[in-house]
């Protein structure tokens, strides 16, 4: 069978070492948390704070960003914002993430959208989210709903995230939670158990891996077609 079309100086075979005997780190993983709301009572926030004990639990260091100050995209100011700029570190820090949004009007949070929109695809020539693993949770104050879960799943796939099958939703939050804020045993608390175990397991095993992963053949294409015309440029100068 011939393939024509292939560039062979860009085409490889799958390199089992790298996929499957990288060097492995030690570190503890290193997970992000978002979440939608900034509501003194804050049901996505809480669900956050929780699911940050579980990950600690498991053995993660965990960072929360607080959206409070953050600005509008397009509204005047520019990378250098500080609020912008706290985001942007802690997503260059994570080796994973946990998206906590509650569902308004059958969507994500304007909030939680923001900041989302504030992580760029690239920054200098590094990708900041590529190969990142991702678990999305959302609460309802209603019935139980996936859209916003759904919704953030679009945008990890889009970031080139690795976001991982289970994901949490928490219909009428407000009964599941204390007046000390703490979530109360239940079903729905093991989901969210369940969740950040499988993105802790995730990470273990791609974080080491994700450049390779994620390392695509039309990309190497790509390159080493503009080193080319780079070479003959400087060539005919």
């Not at 799958?14 to 009572?41: K, Q």
């Not at 809480?46 to 990950?55: D, N, T, V, Y």
């Not at 190969?131 to 609460?139: D, P």
Request: glycine content about 6%; some cysteine; charged content about 25%.
């Amino acid at each position: 069978m011939t393939t024509p079309q292939l560039d062979e100086t860009s085409f490889a075979a799958i390199d089992h070492d790298r996929l499957m005997s990288p060097a492995i780190s030690t570190h503890p993983p290193r997970i992000l948390i978002l979440y939608g709301s900034l509501r003194a009572r804050s049901f996505s926030r809480l669900s956050a704070e929780e699911a940050g004990r579980i990950l600690t639990a498991l053995g993660a260091e965990v960072r929360f960003f607080n959206p409070s100050g953050l600005p509008l995209v397009d509204d005047g100011v520019d990378a250098s914002h500080p609020k912008v700029r706290e985001l942007r570190d802690l997503v260059a820090w994570c080796e994973g993430m946990v998206w906590s949004s509650p569902e308004r009007h059958g969507a994500m949070t304007g909030l939680m959208k923001t900041q989302i929109d504030w992580i760029p695809l690239s920054e200098g020539a590094v990708r900041p989210t590529q190969g990142k693993t991702l678990a999305v949770m959302q609460v309802s104050g209603g019935s139980q709903s996936f859209n916003a879960v759904n919704q953030m799943r679009v945008l990890g796939r889009w970031m080139r995230m690795l976001t991982i099958p289970n994901q949490s939703s928490i219909p009428k939050a407000f009964q599941e939670f204390d007046d000390a804020g703490r979530m109360r045993p239940s079903p729905l608390y093991d989901r969210i158990v369940d969740v950040m175990e499988e993105l802790v397991k995730f990470t273990l095993l791609t974080r080491d891996r994700k450049a390779y992963l994620v390392d695509r053949y039309s990309e190497r294409k790509e390159t080493a077609a503009a080193l080319i015309k780079r070479v003959n440029l400087s060539a005919a100068t």
